[in-house]
């Protein structure tokens, strides 16, 4: 039953984006038939990396390499991996070192795992969406960026006039997430604690601790994404007019 009721709800999905002009729906079930196959080889494999701490720092450097892969893809720069893990692992190193340091996150496999994996993806996420805003701010607006300069601005500071406020609104679900928690969402992590057979209060501060995180990890991702795009450090197509 649970495999008919994902099987209909991919489809469901995959045909409302078809139908409705909103993209490709073969996109929305290759995705879907992916998460399947990713998460039932990640549960045949967990086992064996949650028993040694250097395999479970390989999983880790292993989703934080394809984190930067991906979000490089998402904005355009496929060639410029290095730049992208920078901006996406200046958020996560100094949120997992925090936690772990001050002992609020355990030091052992089956904590480490989850806390990075959850860190790394806000981070993809936030350098993916504050790359592509930049990027596509600056194409679409070349022409003030051309009369910045005109007026004196270095090409740096000019770019960044341009981009870096609507790069800021990647910032924006974050945001929303934390200002809405326990009002009109209740997000995994609590209900992971809580079905862990933790009390509510442990819960929601493990999910307090997550969302904190998360929103640190991001803003410094978006941040330095922003000034990478700025200082031409990726290599996306902006110079010229759309």
């Given at each position: ?20 002009g909103?993209?490709?729906?073969r ?5 879907g ?19 040694s ?24 720069v ?9 901006a996406?692992?200046?958020g996560?190193?100094p ?15 089956v ?16 350098t993916s ?6 990027v ?6 070349f ?16 770019a960044l ?8 609104h990647?910032?924006?679900p ?10 009109v ?21 493990t ?15 978006v941040l ?7 200082a ?7 110079h010229t007019?759309?």
């Open positions: 039953m649970l495999i008919a009721v994902l099987a209909l709800l991919l489809l469901l999905a995959a045909v409302i984006v078809w139908r409705g909103l993209g490709s729906g996109a929305v079930l290759t995705a038939l992916r998460a399947a196959a990713q998460l039932a080889a990640v549960s045949l494999v967990i086992a064996a990396i949650l028993r701490g250097w395999l479970t720092a390989g999983f880790v450097l292993l989703m934080f390499g394809v984190a930067a892969v991906t979000s490089a893809r998402r904005i355009g496929p060639r410029d991996v290095p730049p992208v893990a920078l996406i692992g200046g996560v190193a949120v997992l070192a925090l936690v772990l340091a001050a002992g609020v996150v355990p030091l052992r496999p904590a480490v795992v989850p806390i990075a994996g959850i860190v790394i993806g806000g981070a993809m996420t936030a969406l504050a790359g592509r805003r930049a596509d701010e600056l194409r679409e607006r022409g003030e960026y051309e009369a910045a300069l005109a007026l004196g601005f270095p090409p740096r500071a000019a006039e341009i981009c870096r406020p609507s790069a800021g990647a910032l924006i974050p945001l929303d997430q934390t200002r809405t928690v326990g009002l969402t209740l997000p995994g992590a609590y209900v992971g604690v809580l079905l862990g057979g933790a009390s509510p209060v442990q819960a929601g501060v999910q307090l601790l997550v969302l904190i995180g998360l929103l640190a990890a991001e803003a410094v991702a330095i994404a922003v000034h990478l795009v700025a031409r450090r990726l290599h996306a197509d902006w007019p759309s």
